[in-house]
């Protein structure tokens, strides 16, 4: 599976932002897509993934209320849309297919395939 982010920007707080992740090869129902992030010297933590079998989300507490994630299946394309941007949001973006765990879904341990990543920076 490969995975190419696209979207990242600069942009004020306040606005939104909407970044897209086109997937190459196969997905089953076992997996999950997830968006992940990784600000300068933390450590790389999941946003929100989506259930392949069902589609069904789930998001951290950082950005629940905040962004969406969604999938076009006939595109394979799965989207992170982003609304009240803060700086504190600032971080280079990865999308990643791996395997669906439900007790701790947006856990980087269990994706596998990962994206070269996207900038987004929020400027105050």
């Known amino acids: 599976v490969q995975l190419v982010e696209s979207g990242g920007n600069l942009v004020q707080t306040g606005k939104s932002l909407k970044l897209s992740c086109a997937i190459s090869?196969?997905?089953?129902?076992?997996?999950?897509i997830g968006w992940f992030r990784q600000a300068p010297g933390e450590a790389r933590h999941g946003i929100a993934c989506?259930?392949?079998?069902?589609?069904?989300?789930y998001y951290g507490d950082a950005v629940r209320g905040r962004f969406t994630i969604s999938s076009d299946n006939a595109k394979k394309t799965v989207y992170l849309e982003m609304d009240g941007l803060t700086p504190e949001d600032t971080a280079v973006y990865y999308c990643?297919?791996?395997?669906?765990?439900?007790?701790?879904?947006?856990?980087?341990?269990?994706?596998?395939?990962w994206g070269q990543g996207t900038q987004v920076t929020v400027s105050s």
């Open positions: 989506i259930s392949a079998r069902d589609s069904t989300t």
């Open positions: 990643a297919v791996g395997r669906f765990v439900k007790a701790s879904p947006l856990q980087p341990l269990w994706y596998d395939s």
């Open positions: 090869g196969s997905i089953f129902d076992g997996n999950a």
